[in-house]
């Protein structure tokens, strides 16, 4: 056999090989792509279907509407108003955890006597679940016997008491204030990993060159954990978007729906009012929101990054 067609036969044999190597890569996540499809493409086919059709309140479908579960909705104030509080719900949660949760971390990875008992009370939080949070809290915040108005009236700040839940305007931002607390723990936790990954060495070469703590900070702590702050962000906003209990527990999205967010709109139009399309027609909403906001905010993340 000569080179020519000695070349010629290892051609297929090495085009073959490098298919199968290729392949590996795809062959290893089929799992789970396939586990992906089934828990999340699945159940958003079956809720598509029940969107668009007429749907009576025990989930049998009675016709094909089109989109006039989705038009009823925009025609519904109550939607529009609960859609806007949804994102400043989600906005003031997400932004309030990442301003605290950065310092936080930032104290916890300092190595100071007692650092390992703070770091435990700053997770203690993560391990009470956050329907049994909300619960206390709705027992602090009465306003007849809860703890707040008792230290209040104590310390001579009051002499009646407040009932804190009674209207929005106290309501929202007590539940904004929840949320926070319960998303610093997971939040501080994101931010060491990342802390910790940063060698020591970078901060001494700073030092020598006669840079200040906050040039450190803003030069080198900050750029290192942007891909975990973006990390922090997708998740925190995934979460506390689709986050029930809190408003639940506290008010039931009241008084007068006024502190109404779309997963508890959502489950007063399914489970009160029996209108299981126009419900069905919510979660799409939802799902299409959350996939515009983590793919747009991770896609001006890249670009930054590409730029820097």
Known sequence: MNEGTAHSAAGPAQRSAARRRHAVPYLLIAPALVLAAVIVLW??????????????????????????????????????????????????VVGGTLILSVPVALVLNRDFHGRALARVIIMLPWSVSV?????????????ESGMLNSALRAGGITE????????????????????????????????????????????????????????????????????????????????????????????????????????TYLYKLAFRFGQMGQAAAVSIIMFAILLAITLLYVRLVTKTEAKS
């Open 160 to 263: 009646s008491n407040i009932v804190w839940l009674s209207s929005a305007a106290t309501a929202f931002p007590i539940q904004i204030g929840i949320g926070i607390l319960v998303s610093i723990p997971f939040t501080v936790t994101v931010f060491l990993a990342g802390l910790s990954s940063v060698p020591e060495d970078i901060y001494e070469a700073a030092s020598i060159e006669g840079a200040s703590s906050w040039q450190q900070l803003r030069t080198i702590t900050l750029p290192m954990l942007r891909p975990f702050m973006t990390l922090a962000v997708v998740l925190n906003v995934i979460y506390v978007f689709n986050s029930f209990p809190i408003i639940w527990v506290l008010t039931q999205g009241g008084p007068a729906n006024s502190t109404d967010i779309l997963v």
């Open 43 to 92: 159940p958003l086919t079956v809720i598509g279907n029940i969107s668009l059709h007429d749907v009576n309140r025990f989930g049998q479908l009675r016709g094909f509407s089109g989109l006039a579960n989705f038009a009823e909705l925009w025609r519904d104030p109550d939607f529009i108003a609960t859609l806007w509080r949804t994102l400043i719900w989600t906005i003031g």
């Open 131 to 143: 329907t049994m949070t909300a619960v206390v809290w709705r027992w602090a915040l009465n306003g």
